[in-house]
């Protein structure tokens, strides 16, 4: 007998025939729906081919297996699509915000967020969820008819707020912006297409933002296993990862031990994730996809012993991993290389690429440095190096 696994559509659930549209009107797709085309067009960008050589963690010298920014967006949308499925969303909506998600990073991870943030820290600074949206808005140049990708109004909401409001009602920044503001690009674009950055974003933005957690903690105790920056035997000592670990058989090699661990890790998380939402859905009773913006808080979550969980994983990984001397000595050269690109294009904007530099007003210190913030951040790791190298004598090796 063949089991159904068939899930009733949510009645809170994002529904791409009630889309709030996109910025510029475009006739409808006799094949597609909104939201799927939105998965289509990120798919289809530069920005999105160029995350494949991209820092998640390790660079590119480290080996082939680790994840870059590409492998680990695939990875978030696979499982914002199995929590979209399980919990009756729509996936395409899901799928679109864990596609972007990532788009706005820099190159060498957070270390070349870091770096660009500080050479940019008199001109609003850099955020990567801002840099995304400026991505999708406007500096990818594809279209006849429009600059960006003209991504539906819940694709752009997602990718803004997956990971809360931003704002209180009266406009007031809450959450990680509480202390530097909302930036600028933010809420630049806002009051051309309102984002309504004091809600919450749809359930399957929610669901996107779970996944990006689940994929972090799962595969990054993957890489650090393969870098040997640790071992089971440490992990273990993580309460929520060691009595997964104790379950599996030790006669296993090791390679097999760590993938039975990380695949019992993220089906643990997804099956809380499932079970914690239904008991949040069980109470605030959402009737629509409004319901669930307006909700008093989100309702895609983990339970409390799985935010702990969460939490303490990456407390593991925190000192072993991020901040091993290994991952920081080649981190610290990296952001040297952002920094120095900065500083140079800055002085010397006639080696910026013609594209890059019509339309600039090269008197107006402000936009010239914004301007070289967005053309280092497309960059890739390997550009990036190959840039520096053309200008200075000493390039890292990043090793």
């Known amino acids: 007998m063949v089991v159904s696994t068939e899930i009733a559509r949510a009645i809170y659930a994002a529904d791409p025939a009630h889309s709030r549209g996109r910025r510029f009107a475009e006739p409808p797709s006799a094949s597609r729906n909104d939201f799927r085309r939105d998965c289509d067009r990120i798919i289809h960008s530069a920005a999105f081919r160029r995350l494949a050589h991209k820092t998640q963690v390790f660079v590119y010298h480290e080996g082939d297996h680790f994840r870059t920014r590409l492998t680990h967006t695939l990875e978030v949308v696979q499982i914002a699509r199995s929590l979209a499925r399980a919990l009756g969303l729509d996936e395409d909506l899901a799928e679109a915000t864990a596609l972007a998600h990532d788009l706005g990073h820099p190159p060498f991870g957070h270390a070349g967020e870091r770096a660009l943030d500080e050479c940019l820290a008199d001109f609003g600074g850099f955020d990567h969820n801002a840099q995304a949206l400026r991505i999708v808005t406007a500096l990818e140049r594809r279209y006849a008819q429009f600059d960006g990708l003209n991504l539906t109004w819940e694709t752009l909401e997602g990718l803004v707020k997956h990971n809360g409001a931003l704002t209180s009602r009266d406009g007031k920044p809450t959450s990680r912006y509480a202390e530097r503001g909302v930036p600028a690009p933010i809420l630049t674009y806002s009051r051309v297409q309102d984002l309504e950055l004091w809600s919450y974003a749809s359930a399957e933005a929610q669901a996107a933002a779970l996944a990006d957690d689940i994929a972090y903690d799962a595969h990054d105790i993957d890489d650090g296993l393969r870098a040997d920056l640790f071992t089971l035997d440490d992990i273990v000592k993580v309460p929520a990862v060691g009595a997964i ?85 080649v981190m610290k050269d990296a952001e040297g290389v952002v920094r120095d690109l900065f500083g140079h294009y800055t002085v010397n904007p006639a080696d910026l690429p013609v594209e890059w530099t019509q339309g600039l007003d090269l008197s107006d210190i402000s936009a010239r440095a914004r301007r070289v913030g967005d053309y280092i951040a497309g960059m890739t790791d390997r550009y990036a190096l190959v840039e520096h190298a053309r200008y200075f004598k000493h390039t890292p090796e990043l090793r």
């Open 245 to 329: 670990v104790r379950e599996i058989d030790t006669a296993l090699d090791a390679p097999r031990r760590a993938h039975e661990t990380v695949r019992r890790i993220i089906t643990r998380m997804i099956e809380d994730v499932m079970a914690e939402s239904a008991r949040r859905v069980a109470v605030v009773k959402p009737q629509s996809y409004e319901d669930v913006r307006n909700a008093p808080s989100a309702l895609v979550a983990f339970s409390p012993a799985f935010a702990k969980a969460d939490a303490d994983i990456k407390g593991f990984l925190y000192p072993r991993m991020y901040r091993s001397g290994r991952v920081m000595n």
